[in-house]
């Protein structure tokens, strides 16, 4: 009986701890693994601007500048956000930035038909953002109308935020509502999906628009990065037709789009949610490595030198809004699930960061993915946040390949790799790698060779918990939150180490 018993626990040892495999090569970097991979995105939507940035100038409650959370700007800070999309997604083919500029009393309102249905007074517009990003020490990326609004709009919008003061009556308007000097906004987004949303046009129709409204777009002596409204997903002949379609000084990159979405008609929870439905979520997020893949190869033949980035603007997992919120304003919780999407995804951009040059999380507060979570005067900082936040040493560092032998997780008669991983060498030589652990059940015991670098010390962290389904509330917003991981070894060239079911670590090698 005793025998038995003993068989018993070794076969659960065995099931409960799989065996994975890493080469490092340290001394093979090359590519800069762009901060702009860590980007964010901020839609008139919900309570992203309205009651998460942004509460108004009269608000006594909760410390401000100008109407923008201060509280806010200060987690963002140190979660290095690089650069922020704005005004949208859907909102931005139907936004006329005129109309959102001036005396706040005196700025027309609008119906949001994208998002509920409300009332938008442009109480925040151009300045209001513009003045935000410069306190968050992040770059603005503009989505220029090109659904709803015109050439001279979009030409009119590059002059009053990038033109000098007196060269034209855009600057001089701008002068008026109190700007002398200009933003010089580098990031323009012509138009938004305009596959759906943006116009439901043919990719040959949206190439020429592209054209048409590109050329009127005067710099005013700043160099644009113009980005084309990308593919839905894995439509690769978009890609296709808009690199064979547009002359290669006309554009800077060309945008994807992808959610982690099981049904688009069944959501499912954002935190009620089986272990099915969790690997299925993954599934979908592991796509993005044959979605940049894919359409890299695409640009390959008409751009072999990479010249044109891939900006992966719009990602994150999608479920269900949260019972008793308002179903257009796509507010949902955020769990280990999210921090597993997450930290998977930025390691497929970091190994891609050849062509993938910028990417933006959908989105930054109180919306799908978000890093950030507004309940009046209360703020919490999610499981998204926290990968972030481990990650941004990745930012601007050099990329070094890696080679992973993982471990498969199964799910009935399907499975996908269990490991994830990135890494990179810093400006001050310190090497970084990124690893998450997708399994459910099993811990990893990991090994990673270390080809071309001798190191002398480890250090890390880690994100992790005991159920998959926890989040931070509002009642208990540290639930999770990063902690020391001591449990990798460095022998030699060689480190050893375990990793729990469904966590993320960042180690860091000297």
């Known amino acids: 009986m005793k025998k038995i018993f003993f068989y018993i626990a070794v076969l659960i040892a065995l099931n409960s701890t799989a065996q994975s495999t890493i080469t490092l090569q340290a001394d093979k970097g090359q590519d800069i693994i762009n901060k702009n991979i860590y980007g964010h995105f901020a839609e008139h939507l919900g309570h992203c601007i309205y009651g998460g940035f942004y509460i108004g100038d009269n608000n006594k409650k909760i410390p401000n500048k100008d109407g923008i959370r201060l509280d806010v700007v200060e987690a963002l800070k140190k979660l290095k956000v690089p650069v922020l999309r704005w005004p949208g997604g859907c909102f931005a083919d139907t936004y006329h930035w005129k109309d959102g500029i001036g005396p706040k009393d005196k700025r ?30 992040a770059e603005p990326y503009l989505s220029g109308n090109i659904g709803s609004g015109s050439p001279q709009e979009l030409s009119d919008w590059v002059k009053y935020t ?24 580098k990031y323009w987004g012509i138009g938004n999906e305009a596959w759906g949303c943006g116009g439901n046009m043919r990719p040959e129709y949206y190439a020429n ?58 959501k499912s929870s954002a935190t009620l949610f089986s272990e099915e439905e969790y690997y299925t979520t993954m599934q979908r997020a592991l796509q993005m490595e044959e979605l940049v893949t894919r359409h890299s190869a695409v640009m390959d033949k008409y751009d072999p030198k990479k010249k044109i980035a891939i900006a992966v603007d719009e990602w994150g997992g999608w ?23 997450a930290g998977t995804t930025l390691n497929i951009f970091n190994n891609h960061c050849d062509r993938v040059r910028m990417a933006n999380l959908a989105q930054i507060i109180n919306v799908l993915q ?6 009046e005067e209360k703020i919490l900082l999610t499981p998204t946040y926290h990968v972030m936040e481990m990650y ?62 001798n190191y002398q010390s480890v250090t890390g962290r880690i994100l992790s918990s005991d159920k998959l389904q926890n989040y931070n509330s509002f009642e208990n917003p540290e639930k999770i939150k990063p902690g020391v991981y001591n449990s990798a070894t460095l022998s030699g060239n060689s480190l050893k180490m375990k990793l729990p079911p469904f966590s993320v670590v960042v180690l860091e090698l000297k």
Not at 165 to 180: A, D, K, T
Not at 319 to 340: C, H, K, S, W
Not at 370 to 375: E, G, H, Q, Y
């Open 319 to 341: 479920y269900d809004v949260e019972p008793g919120t308002n179903p257009g304003f796509l507010f949902q919780q955020n769990t280990m699930r999210d921090a597993i999407i």
């Open 108 to 137: 027309p309102s609008m119906l949001n038909v994208w998002w509920g249905n409300v009332k938008e007074d442009n109480s925040f517009g151009t300045n209001e953002f513009l003045n935000m990003c410069e306190l968050l020490g």
């Open 209 to 266: 628009i592209y054209r048409q409204y590109v050329t009127f777009m005067s710099d005013g002596g700043n160099r644009l990065f113009r980005i084309a409204s990308g593919a839905n997903g894995g439509d690769y002949n978009w890609t296709e037709v808009l690199m064979r379609d547009i002359p290669l000084n006309m554009i800077d990159a060309v945008g994807v789009h992808h959610y982690s979405v099981i049904d688009w008609n069944k």
């Open 370 to 375: 978000s890093v950030i979570l507004t309940n």
């Open 392 to 453: 941004n040493v990745h930012q601007d560092a050099t990329l070094l390949p890696i080679s992973v032998t993982s471990a498969d997780y199964k799910m009935g008669k399907e499975k996908i790799k269990a490991i994830s991983a990135s890494a990179s060498k810093d400006k001050n030589g310190i090497t970084h790698i990124s690893l998450v652990n997708i399994d459910a059940n099993a811990a990893q015991e990991v090994s990673i060779n270390v080809n071309g670098a």
């Open 162 to 185: 990038n033109h000098p003061n007196g060269s034209s009556p855009m600057p001089e308007l701008r002068s008026q509502n109190g700007r002398p000097n200009p933003w010089k906004v």
